[in-house]
């Protein structure tokens, strides 16, 4: 990984790091990170998301969010986004001359991907991350929690029965069928 200034590469959430390495590791790309830790003063001042993950809002020294320059590796964004999802990621932005990918633990069960691009390119092919590659993501990060490999995740975003979770095509297709039922006794869908 490069940057403007190398010591902000410390400033990088240990597991956004992991994510990172493991992409270049596997492509051979060197990513360009543009933007990492923000200051709230810093992040008003280039118009960034008021909430964003650029800034320390757990005040733990490191940021959960990079930007990275879109020359830097090769391919489309959308191939990007698709590497670091599967590496855990749980949110990317695409836009004109960056991606955004975070590592925010509050939306791992609910990862994102927005196209703030301007002008679409050829690449347009969306992010492809189909139900299974979800469920092995979310099933992978919850046993990694379990055994207390993955520290970026607090407990209580999980839930109490965290041992209990699994998320598959049975349990998917439980809710779907109570979520119909409730539905039919409440009128709201017909016979």
């Not at 979310?138 to 209990?164: C, F, H, M, W």
């Amino acid at each position: 990984m490069k940057t403007k200034n190398v010591i902000d590469l410390q400033f990088i959430d240990s597991g956004l790091y992991k994510i990172l390495s493991a992409i270049e590791a596997k492509t051979g790309w060197d990513l360009y990170l543009t933007s990492i830790k923000r200051t709230k003063s810093e992040n008003i001042a280039v118009g960034g998301w008021e909430h964003s993950l650029h800034v320390d809002w757990d005040n733990d020294g490191d940021s959960e969010a990079v930007d990275i320059r879109r020359s830097s590796f090769a391919g489309s964004p959308e191939s990007l986004a698709r590497l670091a999802y599967a590496e855990g990621a749980t949110g990317v932005g695409i836009y004109d001359t960056h991606v955004h990918i975070d590592n925010n633990p509050k939306r791992i069960l609910n990862p994102y991907f927005k196209d703030y691009r301007k002008k679409k390119t050829k690449y347009d092919e969306g992010v492809g991350l189909s139900f299974s590659d979800f469920k092995k993501h979310y099933n992978q990060s919850l046993a990694e929690i379990r055994k207390g490999k993955n520290d970026n995740v607090p407990r209580e975003t999980i839930g109490d029965n965290i041992n209990k979770t699994k998320f598959d095509d049975k349990t998917l297709i439980g809710v779907g069928v109570a979520v119909v039922t409730i539905l039919t006794l409440l009128g709201l869908i017909n016979d």
